[in-house]
């Protein structure tokens, strides 16, 4: 049990996602270079399942997987959270680029209107924070988190 990898996705999970950021905010502290994080949450998740079922939920998550990697590509770090909700990593990432991608990946999967021919729609947040605004990982995902949930300090 445990492991790295979300089996659903095939995407990193929190514990892979946690590695590669201790790393990054190592590079961070050693060679002064910034990376961002993005929190990104499927708000409307726990509709479908309700609505819907664990199946077509799951058939939901592995559409929006597909998304993400094709709005950010293969230079980021993806890992599946819980839910619907995903952690995106970008080394050397500025935060104007997190948050054109953030904004476009927003758009595309509110764009997504059914799943297994099943009407939906989808609502989503994310917060992003830079690693260089807090003093450890941690405080970075949870400075993310907060402002997807629109609490705490706004990005200048």
Do not use: W
Not at 47 to 70: F, H, M, P, T
Request: proline share 2%.
């Amino acid at each position: 049990k445990g492991g790295i990898m979300d089996p659903k996705t095939g995407m990193m999970n929190m514990y892979g996602q946690m590695g590669i950021l201790i790393e990054l905010y190592d590079n961070y502290m050693q060679n002064h270079e910034d990376f961002a994080y993005i929190c990104f949450e499927v708000t409307s998740y726990n509709n479908i399942i309700e609505d819907y079922g664990s199946e077509v939920a799951e058939d939901l998550i592995r559409i929006i997987s597909i998304k993400i990697l094709n709005v950010f590509g293969p230079k980021v770090t993806i890992a599946r959270i819980y839910g619907a909700n995903f952690g995106i990593t970008g080394r050397k990432m500025s935060l104007e680029e997190a948050e054109i991608k953030a904004e476009r990946l927003s758009d595309v999967l509110r764009d997504i209107k059914e799943v297994d021919n099943r009407l939906c729609s989808l609502r989503v947040i994310y917060g992003i924070a830079m690693g260089s605004e807090k003093d450890n990982v941690l405080e970075v995902t949870e400075l993310a988190r907060q402002r997807s949930k629109g609490i705490g300090v706004p990005l200048s």
